[in-house]
């Protein structure tokens, strides 16, 4: 009994210290707790001050900025995560650039970025994604895709009316795409991967084959990480005469975290989009740096969407717009999953109110060099709830108050258009405007013609102000009959304030008839020219001695401001071609159809009656008499 009486006491004093260890813990976890929920309450405070701070005083922000601060306080927030929840390895951001134009027009430009860090190359499957649209993770991961970068466009972007858009693109569906150096039949892929791809958007890639496929050799570099300059895994098609429609637009929202639930993209109705005078929608899709030593890499997926509102047409002949007016919808809150929901307005031509009004108004502004110029932007952050005010609504509404004020020419622009007549041969120009006052720089031509314009490459003449200008590097692949297209590369170097005129010769084909198209009288299109340049910036065109600024910063340009990089595209060219009368064949079926049925019919109908011999109907007379002689009862005569 004395050692059971033991035994237990021992056990009373093991269960005492336990229970004295526990609620020991648990205090010092709700006094970190404490301190944790004290920090995160205090945060705001602080945050509210500032921007009220920050409101009252007229706040401006530079996008690099803005840019360390979401990193600051994205740290800050993975920093206070407990160490039991894991860190997203994906974020999400959204953009609305507005831009009022000279010509009364309205531009809007959407920006989506999706950025996931991973590896779709090391052979794992990716299996968890939950930003990322996973239709596209499995493209890249199958066909070993590094780079993928294809666009859909309704309209012509008019340069000299509307100024150089964000996002260039051309008329049509175009397609290019850069290869893993793994990939052993990159024409197999391409052929498969465009099917896939014509899939996922409804449109038609599926026929992209060799005829329209080019590989070049200088033009379309990565845009990624990365310095390859094997331009065997490039591929690079157009389909000019792609018609891009709501069925295209739909699968491109569904590629969106929110779709089209929430945040900007409730905006995108496809009546409205596709009543405009301009439409591009886009998807890129590179590797990008992770942090700034680029220790880790991760995949960017960038939507973009373009649209240009006319004046007439959209806002009924005022100088007057509103996001009813242009989308007949409002915002009413961002999308839950973006980090970053901004709207820019451009007000840098502006800057006194004295063109035109915006309302609601913001006092904060964001300063950036777009396109080598410096721009102004009124900027909306929909993440803010005062943002959309106690109606719990976001109409913003531009209203002009002059008309006055000259757009700066664009440094750099190209037309292109087809001289000749008759259907035998024809001629190619291709004009580039350099409208820089005082500097020359180079531009990279590409040119895609089909194998049914036989090229004259004999007869390719490059002029500037009067003068041959002789091409510092060519390269050409002719084209091969119903197999591959015309390849033409040019590096030439454009004058000041000149018009350089590339000129080249050319036969048309006379086509198999099956070869036609179903309206072979509307012509036949071809892609439109690529410019590739870095134009000197308007930034350091300033040569303006007298205005104040520090010495040291007006004799040299700075050296991010002084080029940027600009892709232009050309009208597509309609060629019309050899074309036989498809309307005699017709009459040859008719008739000969005809001859068949009346000859043949006659012929038949001999051959399968049968003929036999009708015994001659008798007279009233004897009808009567033999209608008498039965109602006698005597036999007819």
């Known amino acids: 009994m004395a ?9 009373l004093l093991i269960i ?28 705001p405070q602080t945050a509210t001050e500032t921007a009220e ?51 009364g027009d309205i531009y809007a430009s959407f920006q989506f970025r999706t950025v996931w860090e991973t590896d779709f190359m090391k052979g794992n499957k990716v299996s968890h994604y939950r930003l990322f649209p996973k239709s596209l993770g499995q493209v ?3 066909f070993s895709v590094r780079e993928l970068h294809i666009s859909f466009t309704q309209g012509y972007w008019r340069t000299m009316r509307w100024g150089q858009p964000y996002q260039p693109s051309p008329p049509g569906a175009e397609l290019w795409v850069w290869f893993q150096d793994s990939v052993t039949d990159v024409d197999g892929t391409w052929k498969e991967l465009t099917n896939v791809l014509s899939g996922i958007f409804c449109a ?31 591929r690079y098609a157009t389909l000019p005469r792609e018609i891009v429609c709501t069925e295209n637009l739909t699968p491109w929202k569904k590629l969106l975290p929110c779709g089209s639930k929430a945040g900007l993209a409730v905006l ?18 590179r590797p990008v740096c992770q942090d700034w030593e680029c220790k880790t890499t991760s995949w960017e997926l960038r939507q973009t969407l373009n649209v240009v509102f006319d004046l007439h047409t959209s806002a009924q002949g005022k100088r007057e717009w509103s996001l009813f007016k242009m989308f007949s919808r409002t915002l009413t809150e961002a999308c839950p999953l973006a980090s970053s929901s901004k709207i820019y307005i451009d007000v840098t031509d502006n800057p006194q109110g004295d063109q035109f009004e915006v309302s609601p108004a913001t006092p904060l502004l964001s300063q950036a060099v777009v396109l080598g110029d410096r721009r102004t932007f009124s900027v909306y952050d929909l993440t803010q709830q005062i943002t959309f005010g106690t109606v719990r609504s976001l109409n913003l509404l531009i209203r002009w108050k002059s008309s006055e004020g000259d757009m700066l020419r664009p440094l750099l622009h190209a037309e292109r258009y087809v001289a000749g007549y008759g259907l035998q041969t024809g001629e190619i120009h291709t004009l580039m405007y350099n409208n820089h006052p005082y500097r020359s720089f180079p531009v990279l031509l590409l040119d895609s013609v089909p194998w049914y314009l036989r090229l004259y490459i004999h007869t390719l003449t490059v002029t500037s102000k009067g003068k041959d200008n002789k091409p510092s590097y060519i390269h050409y692949q002719p084209s091969k009959d119903r197999v591959r297209p015309h390849l033409l590369e040019m590096l030439i170097q454009l004058p000041p304030n000149s018009v350089t005129e590339v ?70 060219l309609l060629v019309n071609l050899p074309t036989p009368d498809f309307s005699m064949p017709y009459n040859v079926i008719c008739l000969t159809c005809t001859v068949v049925a009346v000859g043949y019919g006659s012929l038949y109908n001999l051959l399968t009656r049968s003929f036999q011999i009708e015994e001659p109907s008798p007279g009233l007379a004897k009808r009567i008499a033999n209608i008498i002689r039965k109602m006698r009862g005597v036999p007819p005569l």
């Open 3 to 11: 050692a059971h009486r033991c035994s237990r006491s021992a056990v």
């Open 503 to 572: 000129t080249v010769q050319f036969e048309r084909a006379l086509l198999k008839w099956t070869e036609y198209t179903p309206d072979p009288n509307h012509g036949f299109y071809v892609g439109s020219s690529v410019i590739s340049s870095l134009v000197p910036s308007i930034v350091a065109m300033d040569t303006n001695s007298t205005q104040e600024r520090p010495l040291f910063s007006s004799f040299f340009p700075c050296k991010e401001e002084s080029s940027y990089f600009v892709r232009v595209y050309t009208e597509p």
């Open 204 to 234: 038609s890639l599926n026929f992209i084959d060799s005829t329209n496929t080019v590989q070049p050799s200088a033009s379309f570099k990565p845009l990624g990480i990365g310095n390859v300059t094997d331009h065997r895994f490039l």
């Open 16 to 43: 005492c210290c336990l229970s004295v260890f526990i609620i020991t813990d648990s205090q010092a976890t709700t006094s970190n707790g404490g301190q944790r929920d004290n920090n995160a309450v205090n945060s």
């Open 140 to 142: 890249i991961s199958k």
């Open 53 to 103: 701070q920050a409101v009252g005083e007229g706040r401006w922000e530079a996008t690099e900025a803005e840019a360390a601060a979401d990193r600051q306080d994205t740290t800050a927030g993975e920093s206070s995560l407990p160490a039991s929840v894991p860190r997203p390895r994906d974020d999400f951001q959204e953009e609305l650039v507005i831009r009022p134009l000279h010509s």
């Open 268 to 285: 995108l109705k496809s009546e409205k989009l596709f009543h405009s005078s301009f439409h591009s929608q886009a998807v890129h899709i």
